[in-house]
């Protein structure tokens, strides 16, 4: 399933974990509050049952999203880490 970046329950998701991180990336050492995206902790396409969960979003700025690309799964446990603790 490809993911509709316009469907209601995804802006949803988006909505509520941005809310959720404050409107401010959660890398460590960040804070950025522009140019945010919201990243699936678990990837979107293996995590089919988590991914409209708010606890399976973090808010990245699109620098530290960038930096991540490829990397995810190094990211994964930090990422839950940080999730659990807001």
């Given at each position: 399933?490809?993911r509709n970046?316009n469907?209601?329950?995804?802006?949803?998701?988006?909505?509520?974990?941005?809310?959720?991180?404050?409107?401010?990336c959660q890398?460590?050492g960040?804070?950025?509050?522009r140019?945010?995206?919201?990243?699936?902790?678990?990837k979107?396409?293996n995590?089919?049952s988590?991914r409209?969960?708010?606890?399976?979003g973090?808010?990245?700025c699109?620098?530290?999203?960038k930096?991540?690309?490829?990397?995810e799964?190094h990211?994964?446990q930090?990422f839950?880490?940080?999730?659990?603790?807001?």
């Amino acid at each position: 399933m490809k993911r509709n970046y316009n469907d209601d329950a995804y802006k949803q998701f988006r909505k509520d974990v941005l809310r959720r991180d404050k409107n401010k990336c959660q890398m460590p050492g960040c804070k950025r509050k522009r140019d945010l995206q919201v990243h699936h902790i678990r990837k979107w396409s293996n995590a089919h049952s988590l991914r409209y969960h708010v606890s399976n979003g973090i808010t990245l700025c699109k620098k530290c999203h960038k930096s991540i690309t490829g990397k995810e799964s190094h990211y994964e446990q930090l990422f839950m880490e940080i999730v659990d603790g807001l």
